[in-house]
Nanobody, 122 residues
Framework: QVQLVDAGGGSVQAGGSLRLSCAAS????????TAWFRQFPGKEREFLAL????????QYANSVKGRFTISRENAKNTVYLQMNSLKPEDTAVYSC???????????????WGQGTQVTVSS
């Protein structure tokens, strides 16, 4: 069993930066691929970025490529999402997820963080 805790959200002006973190409990976290998603009110979860077990492979959605960077520190059981050049349309609830499959499909992830709100003002 893996439990994920998201943190680092907040309010920032357009053009600013935030770093989200996803802290995992359990000794097997390094066995899971991890991803970040976001959700707008009334919408489905949107894939943002994923990283494989060892941190050697990453994949990004076109909407965030070049602005967001995913990374992980398995020794700390933590995954990060560095978000730069934030835009008002990035305002959403951001959640991390862990699973045994490298995929952009949210339904295939086994564990989820509680989500953290990111608000970007113009």
């Amino acid at each position: 069993q893996v439990q994920l805790v998201d943190a680092g959200g907040g309010s920032v002006q357009a053009g600013g930066s935030l770093r989200l973190s996803c802290a995992a409990s359990g000794p097997t976290f390094s066995r899971y691929a991890t991803a970040w998603f976001r959700q707008f009110p009334g919408k489905e979860r949107e894939f943002l970025a994923l990283i494989n077990l060892g941190g050697t492979y990453t994949q990004y959605a076109n909407s965030v490529k070049g602005r967001f960077t995913i990374s992980r520190e398995n020794a700390k059981n933590t995954v990060y999402l560095q978000m730069n050049s934030l835009k008002p349309e990035d305002t959403a609830v951001y959640s991390c997820a862990a699973g045994r499959t490298i995929t952009t499909t949210p339904g295939l992830y086994d564990y989820w963080g509680q989500g953290t709100q990111v608000t970007v003002s113009s």
